[in-house]
């Protein structure tokens, strides 16, 4: 099978496992609070902004909460997002509002988020659609003339940047996801980052327990009486460990090879895909703008989607859309009395759009057969149609 995903971890993992296993220390710790810094650091961002965490939902969760949203505030997003998000927002008792997307990118643009704002927003989550940075300084410009918070959800951005600025520091708050499907992988894990430094440390509370000290090991220094427990307000515990923190240090300084060897393979999909009729690819990016590749998608008439997908897995290539437009599932409208939605865009491309194997364990010959198998495809399934 030719796997949409892959991960890529070996030796090197193995070996920084093995060392957390020597110091007889799992738990959050040393390993944790090094990664945090080279990923403060990969960003061009100050440490204590940044917190390793369980994962990326968990991020997406902690930013949502630490709005202290009141019953009625909306949170608008596209459409075209993870269910993470919409869960996050319902969960802290806000409302969805789904914005449209551009039908190429799959990224909203300024434009999509400024029809959905209303004077209840009080922030928006902008997804950057398979690593594609997007409308994101456009859409920052906005939320800040307008007082509104913006969320970056960066799960599968870990490499991008605008004009050599990190995506998912254009907002107030960001996370990224990394698990075993992402391109940093730790198993399972997330990072958040938080703009304002009082908020990031109220973020570091929430995510272990609501506590003002992180280790009650680390207390016994400063205090007399250690055990004793100081909450300002209850949290959770959604911290990372030194175990997926050490494979994550490794990730990180494997990550420009593995986007590299990414952005090889997308090269490779346009150059097999140039031309081919019926077929759209994705869009170039814009000048200043770098991906982490995290998808490559190709759309196609819908009549012939559903059916080259099963000719393809068929084949022994699996192949998905990501993601479900969230504007028609019930728990997110009806459920939580979330405006209808128009979303004419985010509904073509929800009908013609076809994510292709991409990961840095794919071979050139390994690209080339998916390439055969869905000209193959497309070409059968649009001959039956024409029939």
Not at 73 to 78: A, G, M, T, Y
Not at 134 to 144: F, P, Q
Not at 333 to 357: N, Q, Y
Request: aromatic share 8%.
């Amino acid at each position: 099978m030719i796997n949409l995903f892959q991960p890529q971890v070996g030796a090197e993992e193995l070996d920084a496992v093995a060392a957390v296993f020597e110091d007889h220390w799992l738990g959050h710790g040393p390993r944790t609070k090094a990664f945090e810094a080279a990923f403060a650091e990969h960003l061009g961002v100050a440490p204590e902004h940044v917190l390793f965490i369980n994962s990326g939902t968990s991020g997406l969760f902690l930013a949502v909460e630490s709005l202290d949203l009141q019953d009625g505030d909306e949170v608008v997003l596209p459409s075209l997002s993870f269910l993470a998000a919409a869960n996050a927002v319902v969960g802290s008792r806000g409302r969805p509002v789904f914005c449209d997307v551009d039908p190429r990118t799959l990224n909203p643009t300024a434009k999509d988020v400024a029809a959905a704002l209303t004077d209840r927003t009080k922030a928006v989550v902008v997804l950057h659609y398979g690593g594609y940075p997007g409308d994101i300084v456009e859409i920052a410009r906005l939320c800040r003339e307008r007082g509104v918070t913006l969320i970056e959800d960066a799960a599968c951005s870990v490499a991008s940047r605008v004009d050599g600025r990190a995506v998912g520091t254009f907002g107030d708050l960001a996370m990224w996801s990394f698990d075993a499907m992402k391109v940093l992988v730790t198993g399972d894990g997330g990072m958040i980052y938080v703009k304002d430094a009082e908020q990031a440390a109220r973020v570091r509370r929430l995510a272990y327990h609501g506590l003002t000290q992180s280790s009650g090991f680390g207390y016994a220094k400063v205090s007399a009486r250690w055990w004793e427990l100081d909450i300002p307000e209850p949290g959770r515990r959604v911290i990372g460990n030194d175990l997926t923190a050490a494979i994550g240090s490794v990730q990180l300084r494997r990550l420009p090879e593995m986007v590299r060897r990414r952005r090889e393979i997308v090269a490779l999909y346009d150059r097999e895909l140039a031309g081919f009729d019926g077929l759209l690819t994705p869009p170039a990016l814009p000048a200043g703008h770098e991906s982490t590749h995290y998808f490559y998608w190709v759309q196609m008439d819908p009549a012939i989607r559903d059916q080259v997908a099963g000719d393809l897995l068929a084949d022994d290539i699996y192949t998905t859309f990501r993601y479900a437009p969230l504007h028609k599932v019930p728990a997110y409208t009806t459920a939580v009395g979330a405006p209808a939605a128009d979303l004419r865009a985010s509904d073509w491309v929800s009908d013609r759009t076809l994510c292709l194997p991409l990961h840095p364990g794919l071979s050139d010959d390994d690209v080339r057969t998916v390439v055969a198998s869905l000209r193959k495809a497309v070409e059968r399934r649009r001959s039956e149609t024409a029939a």
